[in-house]
């Protein structure tokens, strides 16, 4: 059993590493039929290996990802005829997200028609975006070109790469930007909760914990092995075991609640909730109020494994050090997967493998070099005080999923000002606690400070001193996505902005972020565009959504970017995760989901899956005044000029 976990978390952490590259599962075939001289279909065969499965197009809403298929230059060329219709999926009941979700097992076939509208169209250009999943669920995307002329197919990387070999009818930068965001964004995330973890289980080393565990570890690995060569070899066995420990906790919680689920959590209220009580348990624990412990029997029982010595007691081993240590670890780990969950996919896994890297490391390190063992620094009261500071950031970072279930209800119980001052509160104790100031238990008598803890003392109250002018309407760009935005606060317009000029609003809008005027209704921003004869932005945003601020504090200001959202566009923000409830007669059961519709954001969460098969946030369009796409939508692109070339290639389209 012992090494089959082994097994499985030393495969699950190279296909982390090898992500980008990993083998698709799916292997795919296509091919092209003429109908007539308008219409053609298009057929794609799909043969998924082992136990391996992909979701269809319809799968309903709260559950995976669904197919898309994505035409890129089909714009003034061709009109794909409805959905493409698929061979017969299985349907399994969800009990965790309670619907039904549609999966193709083995094999999955696919007919489209096309109905040419350029008869100068020399070929399609289909993207098919899907998951393959198992374990965890992994997205792919292939591209096929479709040739008319000869037809014929072939199975390209990517289409920017193509049309540099075509010249035909190829496509816009702006056509591949939608696959590029995302891959660069989850890529992004990942590699943020991998860091993040890492710092997580370095900090955890230098915890009462486990600090003292390590040259007591080492020296029993020396000690006992046979030959120094021996003693090394054990100690890697160890870190080893370490991560996969760890690494299977992240499997466990991306297997429980689905590798595609997860960030469906971000804006759930419950959830949110449920998160701020745990992080607050812990950050008292941490804090010294009290200890988070696992059973002792726990630790007897491994105990006694451990003695059994070999592979299998190595083990042991290291799962002692997890049970021992937990009142330490536990408050971390808890936090990181609670954070992992949140970004959803498998950022769980990659959270566990970074925190139990940064933790195994010391161990084999050590045992290679036990002459390092005399330079660590004593055990003490500085341990107590990282633990103490760990219960600080926990506390702070509480309130941001209090925060996050505040927006979602729009109750203004936690709006800005209040968040960035208990904010300032918070890291301004911890500076008094830093320069001795404050006593908490468990800690000793302090009559110096060190420089390391001086230095950290400065930089936590120069934090403090930053947040301040945010309680008078300051932007502080720095924590962009964490505090709540400035149009959810007191004074939207900072201290002493009410004496400001009025501005006129439509019938309808609303003064949005960076002053830009905003529908936060389809219809009636639709119905000002054609008035005023702009072509129409459309952003589909949610209350709770970070990325979201993070486009409206750094992106939309910019000099390129804030005159055309002032000037040139009408924008239309669609909140998907607004809870206000439709009136009764506009409640209706979803075409697409088959759920019903009972709020404001579950009706342009619904509109957004339907029209634009598309359930992330941030993504926006641009429309004409029949509502068809000008350019390709785009998501989360923190490049201004990215972001400012996109916009452009858009207004360029528009036509009065």
């Known amino acids: 059993m012992i090494k089959r976990l082994w097994l499985l978390a030393i495969l699950s952490i190279i296909s982390i590493g090898a992500h980008a590259q990993m083998e698709d599962p799916v292997k795919w075939t296509s091919k092209i039929e003429k109908i007539s001289d308008t219409e053609y279909k298009l057929y794609l065969d799909a043969v998924i290996e082992g136990e391996w499965h992909m979701y269809s197009q319809f799968t309903p809403d709260n559950g995976s990802l669904p197919m898309e298929f994505i035409y890129n230059n089909a714009e003034n060329n061709y009109e794909p005829q409805g959905k493409a219709t698929e061979s017969e999926y299985k349907t399994q009941y969800n009990d965790v997200f309670e619907v039904d979700e549609y999966y193709f097992e083995k094999e999955a076939h696919f007919t489209h028609v096309i109905h040419l509208t350029n008869p100068n169209t020399e070929n399609i250009q289909l993207e098919i975006s899907y998951q393959a999943c198992t374990n965890v669920c992994i997205s792919f995307n292939k591209f096929f070109v479709f040739d008319l002329k000869t037809l014929t197919t072939k199975e390209v990387t990517n289409f920017e790469a193509y049309s540099k070999d075509a010249n035909n009818n190829s496509t816009s930068a702006d056509d591949t930007t939608k696959e590029t965001t995302v891959e660069k964004t989850d890529e992004r995330g990942l590699w943020k909760i991998f860091i993040?973890?890492?710092?997580?289980?370095?900090?955890?080393?230098?915890?009462?914990?486990?600090?003292?565990?390590?040259?007591?570890?080492?020296?029993?690995?020396?000690?006992?092995?046979?030959?120094?060569?021996?003693?090394?070899?054990?100690?890697?066995?160890?870190?080893?075991?370490?991560?996969?420990?760890?690494?299977?906790?992240?499997?466990?919680?991306?297997?429980?609640?689905?590798?595609?689920?997860?960030?469906?959590?971000?804006?759930?209220?419950?959830?949110?909730?449920?998160?701020?009580?745990?992080?607050?348990?812990?950050?008292?624990?941490?804090?010294?109020?009290?200890?988070i412990m696992l059973p002792n029997s726990w630790a007897n029982k491994i105990d006694r494994q451990a003695d059994r010595g070999g592979l299998i007691g190595i083990f042991f081993m290291a799962m002692a050090l997890a049970i021992v240590s937990f009142s330490c670890t536990g408050?971390?780990?808890?936090?990181?997967?609670?954070?992992?969950?949140?970004?959803?996919?498998?950022?769980?896994?990659?959270?566990?493998?970074?925190?139990?890297?940064?933790?195994?490391?010391?161990?084999?390190?050590?045992?290679?070099?036990?002459?390092?063992?005399?330079?660590?620094?004593?055990?003490?009261?500085?341990?107590?005080?990282?633990?103490?500071?760990?219960?600080?950031?926990?506390?702070?970072?509480?309130?941001?999923?209090?925060?996050?279930?505040?927006?979602?209800?729009?109750?203004?119980?936690?709006?800005?000002?209040?968040?960035?001052?208990?904010?300032?509160?918070?890291?301004?104790?911890?500076?008094?606690?830093?320069?001795?100031?404050?006593?908490?238990?468990?800690?000793?008598?302090?009559?110096?400070?060190?420089?390391?803890?001086?230095?950290?003392?400065?930089?936590?109250?120069?934090?403090?001193?930053?947040?301040?002018?945010?309680?008078?309407?300051?932007?502080?760009?720095?924590?962009?996505?964490?505090?709540?935005?400035?149009?959810?606060?007191?004074?939207?317009?900072?201290?002493?902005?009410?004496?400001?000029?009025?501005?006129?609003?439509?019938?309808?809008a609303k003064e949005g972020p960076n002053g830009i005027v905003v529908f936060t209704d389809y219809e009636k921003g639709m119905t000002y565009a054609k008035e005023v004869g702009k072509p129409v932005f459309l952003d589909f945003t949610g209350h709770a959504c970070v990325n979201c601020r993070k486009m409206e504090d750094h992106v939309w200001p910019d000099p390129k970017i804030l005159p055309i959202m002032q000037n040139d566009v009408v924008l239309i923000s669609l909140y998907v995760d607004d809870k206000k409830p439709l009136p009764e007669s506009e409640q209706y059961i979803s075409e697409t989901t088959g759920k019903k519709i009972k709020t404001i954001g579950n009706k342009w969460s619904d509109f957004q899956i339907e029209k634009y098969q598309a359930n992330a946030q941030p993504y926006y369009i641009i429309l004409d005044h029949d509502g068809n796409n000008l350019n390709s939508p785009i998501g989360y692109t923190p490049d201004v000029d990215e972001y400012a070339a996109w916009i452009e290639s858009g207004l360029s389209k528009f036509s009065k």
Request: charged letters at 10%; glycine letters at 10%.
């Open 196 to 291: 993040l973890s890492f710092l997580g289980g370095f900090a955890a080393i230098l915890t009462p914990c486990v600090f003292p565990m390590i040259p007591m570890t080492v020296s029993f690995f020396t000690k006992q092995s046979k030959s120094r060569a021996k003693g090394i070899k054990n100690a890697i066995i160890y870190g080893i075991s370490i991560i996969v420990i760890y690494v299977v906790l992240g499997l466990l919680v991306t297997k429980i609640f689905g590798a595609d689920s997860l960030n469906a959590l971000s804006t759930n209220v419950i959830f949110n909730v449920v998160f701020f009580i745990i992080l607050l348990i812990f950050a008292t624990s941490f804090l010294g109020a009290f200890e």
């Open 331 to 508: 408050p971390i780990v808890g936090t990181l997967l609670v954070e992992a969950a949140s970004k959803g996919g498998i950022a769980p896994l990659i959270g566990m493998l970074g925190f139990s890297l940064a933790l195994a490391l010391p161990f084999m390190l050590f045992a290679m070099f036990p002459g390092w063992l005399q330079s660590l620094p004593r055990s003490g009261g500085w341990m107590n005080s990282v633990k103490v500071s760990l219960g600080f950031l926990e506390l702070a970072l509480a309130l941001k999923f209090l925060s996050n279930a505040d927006l979602v209800l729009q109750l203004k119980w936690l709006q800005r000002e209040v968040f960035i001052a208990l904010w300032i509160a918070i890291f301004a104790t911890w500076a008094l606690y830093l320069f001795g100031k404050i006593k908490l238990p468990h800690d000793s008598d302090v009559q110096k400070i060190s420089v390391g803890r001086a230095y950290l003392g400065i930089l936590v109250a120069a934090f403090t001193i930053y947040m301040i002018p945010g309680l008078w309407g300051a932007p502080l760009k720095i924590l962009s996505g964490l505090t709540p935005p400035s149009t959810y606060a007191e004074s939207p317009k900072g201290f002493g902005g009410g004496s400001q000029t009025a501005v006129e609003l439509p019938e309808g």
